[in-house]
């Protein structure tokens, strides 16, 4: 991801990104400000070869143009992101665009409000939502979910914890957390349960891109935040130690690609070609590539629900 030295510019972007996101992802749809197309493999990342049979069972309506269009909120590093000349990077831009390659289409990457991903699905102004969705059971009520790997919850403060945040305890605490992840749940609940023994409940502050919620606790503005665990140690590297993490990842959850609701084979090859990336040993490189490659990694790829 970005050099160290990039740090300035980066973090006056706004760090951002999030995921592990917890709501259905319902709210407004929020225009997309960018969009990149992938046409191929990144410079370290060899180009893979279309996979005819998974080809063929991608829809018409998708294919048409050549191309697919995915939601995604580019604020989330290192797994989406954009760059300092603004190109959208990282480790769902390069699987995604891996994963187009076997189904022998581009990936056009369109970003967006995380909180507007899903809706958009819904509506059909996306074709594949990559966005480091967390699966779980409200998601599913709507959306179908293709797994690709697995994250935690991760407590961030700065350096040296001078406000002696813990995650048993954040009565009261000034917290950042983005829009629409599954912080947000787990924040209110902390905060229900310090009001119930008497305490403070946590003042949290919801920011819409992750980015934010790092510049908020780099500035002070917060005193700790959460996010997926990923995303928290890659913002520790950015920031050259100027935050630190707390304690160990937490309520680990798979990851999945978003596709619209019972849409049969077109689920069906994404799910293969995931695998086929896994079994070829490009999953593997990629994950190296932005340092992924420790417990997060899965073997194998399931459709969410299970059909």
């Given at each position: 991801m970005k050099a160290l030295a990039l740090l300035p510019a980066f973090a006056l972007v706004g760090l951002t990104m999030a995921c592990g996101a917890g709501g259905?992802?319902?709210?407004?749809?929020?225009?997309?400000?960018s969009s990149a197309t992938a046409p191929g493999g990144s410079s370290d990342i060899p180009a893979v070869a279309k996979d005819d049979k998974l080809a063929a069972m991608v829809p018409a309506s998708v294919t048409s143009d050549g191309k697919i269009l995915v939601g995604q909120d580019q604020s989330y590093p290192p797994n989406e992101f954009q760059d300092e000349s603004g190109?959208?990077?990282g480790f769902d831009v390069d699987l995604g665009t891996a994963i187009?390659?076997?189904l022998g289409l581009q990936m056009e990457f369109q970003n967006s409000a995380f909180d507007g991903i899903i809706p958009g699905i819904q509506a059909g102004k996306y074709e594949l939502a990559m966005s480091?969705?967390?699966i779980n059971p409200e998601r599913l009520q709507t959306v179908?979910?293709?797994?690709y790997y697995k994250a935690g919850t991760s407590l961030a403060v700065l350096k040296g914890n001078p406000d002696g945040l813990n995650l048993d305890d954040l009565c009261g605490k000034k917290m950042g957390v983005q829009k629409g992840t599954t912080q947000v749940d787990d924040l209110q609940t902390r905060s229900d349960a310090c009001v119930k023994a008497g305490k403070p409940a946590i003042d949290v502050t919801q920011l819409q891109a992750q980015t934010d919620v790092n510049?908020?606790?780099?500035?002070?503005?917060v005193q700790g935040e959460l996010a997926d665990s990923p995303v928290i140690d890659y913002a520790v590297k950015q920031t050259g130690g100027a935050l630190e993490v707390v304690g160990a990842p937490y309520d680990t959850a798979p990851y999945g690609i978003v596709l619209k609701k019972d849409s049969g084979d077109y689920t069906k090859a994404v799910q293969q070609a995931v695998q086929a990336l896994i079994d070829d040993g490009t999953y593997k490189k990629i994950l190296d590539k932005w340092g992924l490659?420790?417990?997060?990694?899965?073997?194998?790829?399931?459709?969410?629900p299970a059909s």
């Open positions: 259905s992802g319902a709210g407004d749809a929020g225009s997309a400000s190109k959208v990077t187009g390659q076997k480091s969705f967390s179908d979910m293709v797994s510049l908020a606790l780099t500035a002070k503005r490659s420790g417990a997060g990694a899965v073997t194998t790829s399931e459709i969410n």
